[in-house]
């Protein structure tokens, strides 16, 4: 009595193991579907609809039609008479974000923002250092910010003005083009994108030029 027992309470107990397992089982094939092939489809039909330039990378194209960045991710301009985005401890390498993450105190930090103070000075003797915006020595905390403040870019004007012979009356007319103001009026701080702005720069250039 107890052997037939004890067989009937194990077979009950696999019967309801199996079907525990039946259940977890498709509502794991139903949540795959959803999740992974349904919904992706779905706000990807959408985002593509609604916001296509943005879900396709807020990518900038340059006077000919080119590909030459995206609005997102800043990159580094060499070129003195062009304006100079922020310094990136990655160069700008939009595989994988991030800084180096310094504290104040390290030496490390010291030496590299000494270094960009002598670069500024060098490139930029019109320019007193106390003058001289943070955002331009300092890494932002991506490494990958296509922005400065208004006064970052308006800092670079002499420079530009020098090498370009363009008047301060127009570069500062392209900063202020340039300039987003602060999101619905509220959030966040006025900035400029460098890569659009440097755009505008290089077509006033050739104008000039002509």
């Known amino acids: 009595m107890d052997v037939k027992y004890t067989h009937q309470s194990l ?21 795959i579907v959803l999740c992974g092939m349904i919904y992706p489809l779905v706000s990807t039909g959408l985002a593509q609809l609604l916001f296509p330039w ?31 985005g922020r310094v990136s401890s990655i160069e700008y390498d939009g595989a994988g974000s991030g800084s180096m993450n310094y504290a104040p105190s390290n030496p490390q930090l010291m030496l590299r923002m000494q270094a960009s103070l ?5 490139n930029n003797p019109e320019v007193a250092l106390n ?24 800092v670079q004007i002499p420079r530009i003005s020098s090498l370009t012979g363009i008047s ?12 987003t103001g602060r999101d619905l009026g509220l959030f966040g701080e006025p900035r400029v994108n460098v890569l659009k702005l440097n755009l505008a720069l290089q077509e006033l250039i050739a104008v000039t030029k002509q």
């Open 131 to 154: 003058q001289l915006p943070i955002d331009l020595i300092s890494n932002s905390g991506s490494g990958l910010d296509p922005h400065i403040t208004p006064q970052a870019a308006e």
């Open 118 to 122: 002598e670069k500024w000075e060098m």
């Open 54 to 84: 943005q879900a396709g990378g807020s990518l900038i194209k340059n006077s000919s039609g080119t590909v030459v960045g995206s609005e997102l991710i800043g990159q580094s301009f060499q070129d003195p008479k062009l304006f100079q």
């Open 11 to 31: 077979s009950s107990y696999t019967g309801a193991a199996l079907s525990a397992l039946w259940v977890g089982l498709r509502f794991s094939l139903i949540l």
């Open 168 to 179: 301060v009356q127009k570069l500062n007319s392209l900063i202020d083009d340039a300039t």
